[in-house]
């Protein structure tokens, strides 16, 4: 497993320019697997097809019922596919103890705004931002969060909360979306016109930073 690891370790770090840890982190936190669970897991990984990486990675899954990796990974693909039927049950395996699970509770909730759930889409983003606040992450306030936050309020017709939700965004990014165009965009957003769209892959690093930060704390 050692040289599997090297291997795996090389493929993350060559696909992701921000992935954090060394090879001496990455390979004190694996833990121990079957091998032909993490060789179906690598092979998920590298697959250029959407079939073959779902049918590795759901073999992944299968041997090693306990691993979150192959979970968040199915439902990375899921997601990708915009198919969030598939994507929630996987995602909904990733323990809150695990490196990815505030990235995977934010994809939940942008499933449920496409599902067309805004209610139980304001529930996990109104969750996301507690939990971050309570363990005092510093920049909590993401306004991505904020942006997907009002998008289920606003379509809820709950406007008020939408609009001062949006506002703490476009302070918190203002090359995002300038404040003129605020209420435009709630009563787009309100009469469910695709004005406004769920924020989802350009906070990745920013999700993974916070979920470290709720692990050490232990709190979420």
């Known amino acids: 497993m050692d040289l599997h690891s090297r291997l ?56 090693e019922p ?26 909904a395996r990733v323990p809150k103890t695990h490196g990815r699970y505030v990235e995977a509770m934010f994809a939940t909730g942008v499933c449920r705004l496409l599902l067309g759930q805004p209610d139980r889409a304001e529930e996990v ?34 406007t008020a909360a939408a609009q001062t939700d949006l506002r703490r965004a476009a302070d918190l990014d203002r090359i995002w979306i300038p404040r003129k165009t605020i209420i435009h965009s709630i009563l787009a957003c309100w009469r469910s016109r695709p004005m406004m769209q769920p924020r989802r892959r350009i906070i990745s690093v920013k999700l993974r930073n916070a979920s470290q930060i709720v692990r050490r704390t232990g709190r979420f």
Request: glycine share 4%; net charge neutral; hydrophobic share 40%.
């Open 125 to 158: 983003f109104t969750s996301l931002q507690e939990a971050l606040k309570s363990n005092m992450v510093s920049g909590a306030d993401l306004p991505e969060i904020l942006n997907d936050l009002a998008i289920a309020r606003a379509r809820q017709g709950k």
């Open 8 to 63: 795996a370790w090389r493929m993350l770090s060559a696909s992701d320019r921000n992935y954090a840890l060394s090879l001496a982190e990455f390979t004190k936190r694996q833990r121990r697997l079957r091998l032909d669970a993490f060789e179906h897991y690598i092979r998920g990984l590298s697959a250029s097809e959407d079939d073959a990486r779902l049918r590795e990675l759901r073999e992944a899954a299968r041997l």
């Open 66 to 91: 306990d691993w979150p990796e192959p979970d968040f990974a199915l439902g990375e693909v899921y997601f990708a596919r915009r198919d969030c039927d598939g994507a929630l049950p996987w995602y």
